[in-house]
């Protein structure tokens, strides 16, 4: 039997002529070259107003819940805009104790002000997060123009950094570590102006912020000076380094940094405690210097998966989409690749390409998280804006060979943003509410909205502490008060009993988990009614 294979009519089913496709796309791609010459300046606006609105929206409440690190950042913040002390009464720590293993001050101090000025809301707890990640936005753009001269390539980085899921979920969060990329991400820009124009105030200007960066998340301790120290080598070999500026620029953040060293003496035992009335120097309880060791590399290969797909962990990253969409691991890959050859050949002819200090940025990161103890998705958050640029690096590449590719990755990428804008703020708080409760931080978001529904103010409140991960800091953090308030004798906050008494009061109200059977059962007994339920959290009179 002769069998005749046949193309499927794709021409007929369609009634499109193949033919014209591609002529069509490069048709495309020069009148998208022409709109954006001419229009890029709104182009940019209008990323950085989806940038504000798809990060503001619905701020308070998705993710939903709050993570255990927001609870002890916002009351430290808290005290620190009312009494200028942290909630264990040290007065303007440079280093904050938080739940015993330390917390970095940058984001407490920088909401504390926020607080001082509009009081404490959710809402404003998660800001600084949305305005660093926008200054790491808006940095792109003018990190994309100084990488490829080019303002389309610009603002396809600006493109990618505002829509890429790590980026997007990490800036809805009140957490440290999502602070320190942009911090380098804007030294290492101020290092490249200043590398190029050879002026003083750019090297002061990155001094300042790679001293700032040391406050925000504690392994930019590690990154930074094995960062600056490969590029001092890669400036000495393209002969573009001036050792007068890296002094002046090295100079500013050992000066900005003393408070740190301070920090580092008491926790290894060279010095005492520092009290002043100025600044406070504490011993952590767990100080974990431990956790970096060169033996951690075998167990944590697994991290070169992770990077580019998830962890276990639902607040960083979503197996329906990854850290960077599916479809970037290819291009990443390619862009490594290409950085890697362009900055050989840089060396090789000593000529000096910027491109390099990303891979150097890059490699740095990468070379420390692969050493921690446990490294997560979070904890390698400052390597994404390297891992975007390579991407662009990659798709510039493609686009010298195939004009089409840029139009074709613009429609996937915008549907890919627009899927993933739909499933976080409709399936995700649904999907993941079990990973999103934090080991059951819902007792203060239930006090805050039985405070504002109820008139409880003149009777006593005993709550179920058994279902509570810190309920003395949620109390004190959702009744707006001091850490002075805390009665560490009666375990009283205003009229709130952290505890559960052993004879019930008829009088009094009481906060009872859901799953507390037993605790509802005696409350039933006693004769006392279930009034309203809230986050896990049932009221009882």
Same mark, same amino acid.
């Given at each position: 039997?002769?069998?005749?294979?046949?193309?499927?009519?794709y021409?007929?089913?369609?009634?499109?002529d193949?033919?014209?496709?591609?002529?069509?796309?490069?048709?495309i791609?020069?009148?998208l070259?022409?709109?954006?010459?001419k229009?890029? *300046?709104?182009?940019?606006?209008?990323?950085y107003?989806?940038?504000?609105?798809?990060?503001?929206y =619905?701020l308070?409440?998705v993710p939903?819940?709050?993570?255990?690190d !927001?609870i002890? /950042?916002?009351f430290?913040?808290?005290?620190?805009a009312?009494?200028h002390?942290? =909630?264990?009464?040290?007065r303007?720590?440079?280093?904050?104790?938080?739940?015993g293993?330390?917390?970095n001050?940058?984001?407490i101090?920088?909401?504390?002000v926020?607080?001082?000025?509009f009081?404490?809301?959710?809402?404003?707890?998660?800001?600084?997060?949305? +305005?660093?990640?926008?200054?790491l936005?808006?940095?792109?753009?003018?990190?994309? %123009?100084?990488?490829?001269?080019?303002?389309?390539?610009?603002l396809?980085?600006?493109?990618m950094?505002?829509? &890429?899921?790590?980026?997007?979920?990490?800036? =809805?969060?009140?957490l440290e570590?999502?602070?320190?990329?942009?911090?380098?991400? @804007?030294?290492i820009?101020?290092?490249?102006?200043?590398?190029?124009?050879?002026?003083y105030?750019?090297y002061?200007?990155?001094?300042?912020?790679?001293?700032?960066a040391?406050?925000t998340y504690?392994? #930019?301790?590690?990154? %930074?000076?094995?960062?600056?120290?490969?590029?001092v080598?890669?400036?000495w070999?393209? =002969?573009?380094?001036?050792l007068? *500026?890296?002094?002046?620029m090295?100079?500013l953040?050992?000066?900005?940094?003393?408070?740190?060293?301070?920090?580092?003496?008491?926790? $290894?035992g060279y010095? $005492?405690?520092?009290?002043?009335?100025?600044?406070s120097?504490?011993r952590?309880?767990m100080?974990?210097s431990?956790?970096?060791?060169?033996?951690?590399l075998?167990k944590?290969l697994y991290m070169?998966? $992770?990077?580019?797909?998830?962890d276990?962990l639902?607040y960083?990253?979503?197996? !329906?989409f990854?850290?960077v969409?599916y479809?970037?691991?290819?291009?990443?890959?390619?862009?490594v690749f290409?950085?890697?050859?362009?900055t050989?050949?840089s060396?090789?002819?000593?000529?000096?390409?910027?491109?390099?200090?990303?891979l150097?940025?890059?490699? &740095?990161?990468f070379?420390?998280?692969?050493?921690?103890?446990?490294?997560?998705?979070?904890?390698?958050?400052?390597?994404y804006?390297s891992?975007?640029?390579?991407?662009? +690096?990659?798709?510039?590449?493609?686009?010298?060979?195939?004009?089409?590719?840029?139009? @074709?990755?613009l429609?996937?990428?915008?549907?890919l943003?627009?899927?993933? &804008?739909?499933?976080?703020?409709?399936?995700?708080p649904?999907k993941?509410?079990a990973?999103?409760?934090?080991?059951? &931080?819902?007792l203060?978001e239930?006090?805050d909205y039985?405070?504002? *529904?109820?008139?409880?103010?003149?009777?006593?409140?005993?709550?179920?502490?058994?279902?509570?991960?810190?309920a003395?800091? !949620? @109390?004190?953090?959702?009744?707006?008060? #001091?850490?002075?308030?805390?009665?560490k004798?009666?375990?009283?906050v205003?009229?709130y009993? /952290?505890?559960?008494?052993?004879?019930l009061?008829? $009088?009094a109200?009481?906060?009872?988990?859901?799953?507390?059977?037993?605790?509802?059962?005696?409350?039933?007994?006693?004769?006392?009614?279930y009034v309203?339920?809230?986050?896990?959290?049932?009221?009882?009179?």
């Open positions: 039997m002769n069998l005749e294979l046949h193309k499927p009519d021409e007929g089913c369609l009634g499109i193949m033919k014209k496709v591609p002529t069509t796309m490069l048709k791609s020069k009148q070259d022409i709109y954006i010459e229009h890029y *300046k709104l182009i940019l606006f209008i990323m107003f989806l940038y504000a609105f798809t990060r503001l =619905r308070a409440e939903s819940g709050m993570h255990f !927001e002890g /950042i916002a430290d913040s808290l005290s620190m009312t009494d002390i942290d =909630r264990y009464w040290y303007f720590p440079v280093y904050f104790i938080n739940f293993g330390g917390m001050a940058m984001y101090y920088v909401l504390a926020f607080i001082a000025v009081g404490y809301s959710k809402f404003l707890l998660r800001l600084p997060s949305v +305005i660093f990640g926008l200054i936005t808006v940095c792109a753009y003018h990190m994309g %123009i100084e990488l490829f001269k080019s303002k389309k390539a610009a396809f980085t600006t493109f950094v505002m829509i &890429c899921p790590y980026f997007f979920m990490a800036q =809805r969060w009140a570590s999502p602070l320190l990329v942009t911090f380098f991400t @804007v030294g820009y101020f290092m490249m102006r200043g590398i190029v124009t050879n002026q105030r750019f002061i200007l990155a001094g300042v912020i790679y001293a700032g040391l406050y504690a392994i #930019s301790y590690l990154i %930074i000076p094995l960062f600056l120290v490969l590029t080598l890669y400036l070999r393209t =002969r573009k380094l001036v007068s *500026k890296f002094f002046l090295g100079g953040i050992f000066l900005l940094a003393i408070p740190l060293f301070l920090f580092l003496a008491v926790q $290894n010095l $005492n405690e520092i009290k002043t009335a100025y600044f120097v504490p952590l309880p100080y974990r431990g956790e970096i060791t060169i033996t951690n075998p944590n070169l998966k $992770n990077l580019l797909l998830y276990w639902a960083t990253a979503l197996p !329906e990854g850290t969409y479809i970037t691991i290819p291009l990443f890959l390619y862009g290409l950085s890697i050859k362009n050989l050949h060396v090789k002819t000593k000529t000096y390409d910027a491109a390099s200090l990303i150097f940025m890059f490699l &740095c990161i070379a420390i998280v692969m050493v921690l103890d446990s490294p997560t998705i979070s904890r390698a958050g400052s390597i804006f891992i975007m640029i390579f991407t662009v +690096i990659a798709v510039k590449d493609l686009y010298h060979r195939w004009k089409t590719v840029v139009p @074709v990755l429609i996937m990428y915008t549907l943003f627009a899927g993933f &804008c739909t499933f976080y703020f409709n399936v995700y649904v993941y509410s990973q999103l409760n934090f080991g059951q &931080c819902n203060g239930a006090i039985y405070d504002n *529904k109820y008139d409880m103010d003149s009777t006593p409140i005993y709550i179920d502490i058994d279902h509570a991960l810190n003395q800091l !949620e @109390v004190l953090l959702y009744t707006r008060s #001091s850490a002075l308030d805390w009665d004798i009666l375990q009283t205003r009229n009993h /952290i505890y559960w008494p052993e004879q009061d008829q $009088n109200w009481y906060l009872v988990h859901e799953d507390n059977i037993e605790a509802k059962e005696k409350l039933t007994h006693l004769e006392l009614s309203d339920s809230y986050h896990h959290f049932e009221l009882w009179k």
